[in-house]
């Protein structure tokens, strides 16, 4: 990507990000919890924690289309992604309405917010075309000792 494409990017996301911490702090302000954007960003799911596994599906997707529990977010519809956004946002709201805490005592309502961010994300990915993992993901793997062992990247996955 050239440096002008890249700058046109950078500041499209500065763009949206502008756009998501308006939009949430008319939803109901900010409460000194995190404010999670609405849509993931690329590196939030490139990262360890951006490709969640769904337990189960939203009681409105019917079975028909498919079953997903157990699949991660990468693998799952578009439209199954929107229902499990609106039902993290759901889950969220009823976390901020009554101060809900995770064993640690932290709020539940951004984790909630987050997930649903990552939902919307991979539903984006999939409607603009879908998602390969990167190169280093689909090498090949062998076990030895009942551990993964991923082989090296090869002398033409290096860019020098």
Known sequence: MAGGERAIKLLEEIRDGIRQVVEALERGGHTGAPVAPLVASDRDLDGDYGDP???TPPR???SANGNFAGKRYSEC???LLDLIA???DYFADKA???DEMTKKGKPVEPYQRMDA???RGWAKRQRDG???PP???RKPTFKRNDEPVVLPPSDDDISF
């Open 96 to 98: 901020r309405d009554t």
């Open 77 to 79: 519809p578009p439209e």
């Open 60 to 62: 409105d997707w019917s």
């Open 53 to 55: 596994v769904l337990r």
């Open 117 to 119: 961010a990552r939902a």
């Open 130 to 132: 879908g998602w390969t």
């Open 86 to 88: 609106e039902r993290h």
């Open 135 to 137: 190169v280093a993901a």
